[in-house]
């Protein structure tokens, strides 16, 4: 499906951005993730096989975005598909909340999409597609999620004006907004294996279809927004939440 693309995922050690990239790469592309945690690279990058890309590089700092151009377009000279994908979540309770809570929610999710898109858009060329990760989060008020859903409602908004700004080159922009996925973002790190599953089976609960989503579950999505399958989609949000949003 994806024979002779290459593809670039941002937060692509870990969760959604895993199996995003093994999914693309199983379907014919060539990959590169990027991550900023060496160790998690590292085992990530084995899982993904020698022929995938590995840079270590932190999408809230622009040295680091540029170094990752640089060596996409020495490994691949061009890029098909992004997938804006690295992300923090975390709770930030009213009265609870400090500046710096308030800076690195906002320069990883919100400054870290939009620089991650500016830096690879030299490489890209008619037919590409950038998908940007979301959260269903930001359709709906949750207690202590203020800034967490604030920043995916501005990833929300970037789809939109960079799909209107790159139509003429036509590159397409569009998001997954993922449910609660079982990836270790939700997990702290002394949690037992105990503790967590005890957590997945209460969330699952709360779910329509009653589980919570696995990595795969946005990762078909995102396969799918990066072939030519979607190409009549622009601009837009698929939700992939088990039914929680809506039901
Ligand atoms: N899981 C869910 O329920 C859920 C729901 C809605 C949306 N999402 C979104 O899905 C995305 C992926 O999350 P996940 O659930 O797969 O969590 P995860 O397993 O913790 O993966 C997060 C990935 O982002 C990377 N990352 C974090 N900060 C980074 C930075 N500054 N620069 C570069 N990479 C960075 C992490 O690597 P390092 O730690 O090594 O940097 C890791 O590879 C996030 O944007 C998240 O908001 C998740």
Same mark, same amino acid.
């Not at 050690?13 to 060496?38: F, P």
């Not at 939109?160 to 080159?169: F, I, N």
């Given at each position: 499906? %994806?024979?002779?693309?290459? @593809? ?6 870990? *969760? ?14 060539? +990959? ?42 020495? @490994?691949? *000279? ?15 309770? %009213? ?31 008619? *037919? ?8 269903? %989060? ?20 970037? @789809? ?15 998001? +997954? ?22 957590? +997945? ?8 279809? *009653? ?9 078909? @999505?995102? %396969? ?24």
């Amino acid at each position: 499906m %994806l024979e002779g693309k290459t @593809a670039l995922v941002t937060g692509g050690s870990s *969760g959604i951005g895993l199996a995003s990239a093994k999914m693309l790469k199983d379907n014919g592309a060539r +990959v590169a993730i990027t991550g900023t945690n060496a160790d998690k690279l590292k085992l990530a990058h084995e899982k993904l096989g020698d022929d995938s890309i590995a840079i270590q590089a932190d999408v809230s700092n622009l040295d680091d975005l540029d170094r990752t151009r640089s060596e996409l377009q020495q @490994a691949f *000279g061009k890029l098909d598909i992004l997938f804006a994908n690295a992300g923090v979540a975390f709770n930030t309770p %009213l009265g609870k909340t400090d500046e710096a809570m308030y800076h690195r929610m906002m320069d990883v999710n919100v400054k870290g999409t939009f620089f991650s898109v500016q830096s690879v858009l030299p490489l890209m060329q008619e *037919g590409a597609s950038i998908i940007l990760n979301t959260s269903w %989060l930001n359709q709906i008020g949750t207690p202590k999620k203020t800034l967490l859903s604030a920043s995916k409602a501005a990833v929300r908004s970037f @789809a939109r004006v960079m799909s209107a700004e790159l139509v003429d080159q036509r590159i397409r922009v569009n998001c +997954v907004s993922p449910g609660t996925i079982e990836t270790p973002i939700h997990r702290g790190p002394d949690e037992t294996d105990e503790h967590f599953h005890a957590y +997945v089976e209460r969330v699952g609960q709360q779910v329509p279809v *009653g589980r919570m989503g696995k990595p795969e579950d946005i990762a078909s @999505a995102v %396969l799918f927004l990066a072939s030519d399958a979607s190409s009549y989609m622009l601009g837009t949000e698929m939700v992939i939440d088990g039914g929680r949003a809506e039901l």
